[in-house]
């Protein structure tokens, strides 16, 4: 089945339980965290994490933007996140494999991140600890960006791989995700679609969630 994980910086902020519960419907609630420093933009921290957490049942996905992760990994965890995924650019190999031990020693799922220009091969020392690959379709650092087609290359390679040698890892998909270009995502063989305007946009937003799962 195609999970679908809406993104929270498409809600309304102050009113961030309600747009929460407009969402029940999905299978994560998309947290993105950014720190003004590995990308141009700040967003949400620890402490909304920590408020959100009761306000659902459903798994926080929350998607570190950060500089050197594994600092607050641990944090993050005991704030209520289920996943965390982490940007292999954002430290050294050592660093990332820091923050994925930690993230696993808090019984928590971990994941890593692929910025649009890394290739597929930055994955590979990671694939087979991890239970989340996202691969980004935009930028990351601001929301509305026009979906990158010419990542599905790369989902393509992932899948293959993840199927080899960790067929439990989900293969996530984040940036410019609506009804039409979700289609080309599933083909590729990402499981986990993050949407943000496309579906905090929506009139009706169960059934967009519905129509997103392909």
Same mark, same amino acid.
């Given at each position: 089945?195609?999970?679908?994980?809406?993104?929270?910086?498409?809600?309304?902020?102050?009113?961030?339980?309600?747009?929460?519960?407009?969402?029940?419907?999905?299978?994560?609630?998309?947290?993105?965290?950014?720190?003004?420093?590995?990308?141009?933009?700040?967003?949400?921290?620890?402490?909304?994490?920590?408020?959100?957490?009761?306000?659902?049942?459903?798994?926080?996905? +929350?998607?570190? @933007?950060? *500089?050197? &992760?594994?600092?607050?990994?641990?944090? /993050?965890?005991?704030?209520?996140? !289920?996943? =965390?995924?982490?940007?292999?650019?954002?430290?050294?190999?050592?660093?990332?494999?820091?923050?994925?031990?930690?993230?696993?020693?808090?019984?928590?799922?971990?994941?890593?991140?692929?910025?649009?220009?890394?290739?597929?091969?930055?994955?590979?020392?990671?694939?087979?600890?991890?239970?989340? +690959?996202?691969? @980004?379709? *935009?930028? &990351?650092?601001?929301?509305?960006?026009? /979906?990158?087609?010419?990542?599905? !290359?790369? =989902?393509?390679?992932?899948?293959?791989?993840?199927?080899?040698?960790?067929?439990?890892?989900?293969?996530?998909?984040?940036?410019?995700?609506?009804?039409?270009?979700?289609?080309?995502?599933?083909?590729?063989?990402?499981?986990?679609?993050?949407?943000?305007?496309?579906?905090?946009?929506?009139?009706?937003?169960?059934?967009?969630?519905?129509?997103?799962?392909?």
């Amino acid at each position: 089945m195609i999970k679908i994980a809406p993104s929270i910086l498409s809600a309304d902020f102050a009113n961030l339980e309600r747009d929460i519960g407009r969402i029940s419907t999905a299978d994560y609630v998309h947290v993105d965290v950014m720190d003004g420093m590995f990308v141009p933009n700040i967003t949400i921290g620890i402490p909304v994490v920590r408020c959100i957490r009761p306000t659902t049942t459903l798994p926080l996905d +929350v998607h570190l @933007m950060i *500089v050197k &992760p594994a600092r607050y990994v641990e944090e /993050f965890c005991d704030a209520g996140a !289920d996943i =965390v995924t982490v940007h292999v650019e954002s430290d050294t190999p050592e660093g990332i494999q820091s923050a994925i031990d930690k993230i696993h020693a808090k019984g928590k799922r971990a994941g890593i991140v692929l910025k649009p220009a890394t290739p597929a091969q930055a994955a590979e020392p990671f694939l087979e600890q991890v239970e989340m +690959v996202l691969v @980004m379709t *935009v930028e &990351p650092g601001f929301g509305g960006q026009k /979906f990158m087609a010419d990542q599905m !290359d790369k =989902v393509r390679t992932l899948r293959e791989w993840i199927d080899q040698r960790n067929p439990g890892c989900e293969l996530e998909v984040d940036g410019g995700v609506d009804p039409e270009t979700c289609k080309v995502c599933i083909e590729a063989g990402a499981n986990v679609l993050v949407a943000g305007s496309a579906v905090y946009k929506a009139a009706d937003i169960p059934a967009r969630i519905a129509q997103l799962r392909g």
